[in-house]
């Protein structure tokens, strides 16, 4: 009898983990709402880089920036949604892809990171008449800020710091 319940018990576990892996199978990546398969080709695949330094400390860029494990398709089913700029590591490595060919702007990544950047600002700090806010791209001043169409590998850098006296 003992070895009946035992019997059932692991035939019962065998069927939850099937039913568990049926539905992670099921997990599906969405690009901004267009549904993602595996032969379907990103038309845009860059890759550039950003630094954030805010007096004189490299500011960590953290990784799975638009990535959210725990998005519901329309079926309410739990999937990952991948938003078209995103990171996979904390090293400054922005991902855009997208299955349209469409331009990308800096601001975007913002946005889909939840924090301010313009002109004035680049998160809580903002140009004063101590501070200065300047960006540069590939070590030249730029500034576009926010507009900046993203390249492939260029390199970005924010800079807050004080005013040189
Ligand atoms: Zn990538």
Redesign the pocket.
Known sequence: MVMKKTYFFVFLGIIILGIYFYFQGSTTFHFLSSPMNDDEKFVV?M?PYLEIQILGNIETIPANIGIHQNGMDREGKSQIITESIHTHDAMGKI?V?SLVLREFYLSQFFFVWNQTFNENCIFTYCVDENHTLTMYVNNVPNKMYGLLPLRDLDRIKIVYEEKKR
């Open positions: 695949h890759h991902h892809e």
